[in-house]
């Protein structure tokens, strides 16, 4: 069955910089475009970024510019490197798959097109 396991959250300090991590297992990796949102307490779930296929990205406004994300099909492995951490990227961050490639100009912030999730990684930020 398809299983999405995110790694690497924790505790860092304001400027600092986490790696997150995303295993995939129980589908064909290389096929699904792939996305990391987050959601704090008592606010809605955000997109942060997504990676299609063949590796172009797109990123979130808030994250634009600190964040990056990567794949690595051969580990069929996701990654985020958060640089420039900042008290407001704490939350819970989620790795997801989308329904497929996500090909034609399908708006990858949307939550509505991805089928499966992980069970989160919690990211704090102190300032």
């Known amino acids: 069955q398809v299983q999405l396991v995110e790694s690497g959250g924790g505790l860092v300090q304001a400027g600092g910089s986490l790696r997150l991590s995303c295993a995939a297992s129980g589908f064909t990796f290389s096929g699904h475009t792939m996305g990391w949102f987050r959601q704090a307490p008592g606010k809605e779930r955000e997109f942060v970024a997504a990676v299609w296929t063949g590796g172009n990205t797109y990123y979130g406004d808030s994250v634009k510019g600190r964040f990056t994300i990567s794949r690595d099909n051969a580990k069929n492995t996701m990654y985020l490197q958060m640089n420039s951490l900042k008290p407001v990227d704490t939350a819970t961050y989620y790795c997801?798959?989308?329904?497929?490639?996500?090909?034609?100009?399908?708006?990858?912030?949307?939550?509505?097109?991805?089928?499966?999730w992980g069970q989160g990684t919690q990211v704090t930020v102190s300032s």
């Open positions: 997801t798959r989308a329904v497929g490639r996500l090909l034609g100009g399908l708006p990858a912030y949307d939550s509505k097109l991805y089928d499966y």
